[in-house]
């Protein structure tokens, strides 16, 4: 199976500061990489897929990139609504395999 | 818009069997692969299974493979998860999600709310 690591665990910004979240995959996944941002008692929500896809309707503050193993997402500008943790998924390979995610606070 | 809504959790001892149930609205159902995926309190996300728009292609997380059996029923909008010998690792809040897939992507688009499963005796 591939692992997938989220760093860091948690992050504290401060609003209009530029984030960036690390994903790691234990073997190569070509890309084949989404993002997903979960609040607080909600569902996820897709952001990013195959790496710097946005999805529609995302703001485009968000944006992702990568390959091989290591991919990033960046918020260009943070906002109080993005307060979240969020969640990187493989599907290179199957099984599926999510990051443990990573929670974004305001400093 | 697009809607679904999962039905069947609760309050199950170890070792019995629940069948949860997910309705698809504001969508051709039929078109799209559905996933179910879990995630315990307070834990991250944890893929369960996927099943392809007309049920070829099944997949199960080592987890629960030999458990627990994805299903769908086109003609009803319906999407199912049937598990068996429950164990208290298994409680969760599950999802049921949307999928699409291409040569290129694989992404879950639409997501429920969940219903929680809880094992227990």
């Known amino acids: 199976d591939i692992q997938m690591t989220q760093s860091p665990s948690l992050l504290s910004a401060s609003v209009g500061d530029r984030v960036t979240l690390s994903c790691k995959a234990s073997q190569n996944i070509y890309k084949y990489l989404n993002w997903y941002q979960q609040k607080l008692g909600e569902a996820p929500k897709l952001l990013i897929y195959y790496t710097n896809s946005l999805q529609t309707g995302i703001p485009s503050r968000f944006s992702g990139s990568g390959s091989g193993t290591d991919y990033t997402l960046t918020i260009s500008s943070l906002q109080p609504e993005d307060v979240a943790t969020y969640f990187c998924?493989?599907?290179?390979?199957?099984?599926?395999?999510f990051g443990s995610g990573t929670k974004l606070e305001i400093k | 818009e697009v809607q679904l809504v999962e039905s069947g959790g609760g309050l199950v001892q170890p070792g019995r069997s629940l069948k949860l149930s997910c309705l698809a609205s504001g969508f051709t159902f039929s078109n799209y692969g559905m996933n179910w995926i879990r995630q315990a309190p307070g834990k991250g996300l944890e893929w369960v299974a996927s099943?392809?728009?007309?049920?070829?292609?099944?997949y199960y997380a080592d987890t629960v493979k030999g458990r627990f059996t994805i299903s769908r029923d086109n003609a009803k909008n319906t999407l199912y998860l049937q598990m068996t010998s429950l164990r208290s690792e298994d409680t969760a809040l599950y999802y049921c999600?949307?999928?699409?897939?291409?040569?290129?992507?694989?992404?879950?688009?639409?997501w429920g709310q969940g219903v929680m499963v809880t094992v227990s005796s």
């Open positions: 999600a949307r999928s699409v897939y291409t040569t290129d992507y694989y992404y879950s688009d639409y």
């Open positions: 099943i392809s728009s007309s049920s070829s292609y099944i």
């Open positions: 998924q493989q599907y290179n390979s199957w099984p599926l395999t």
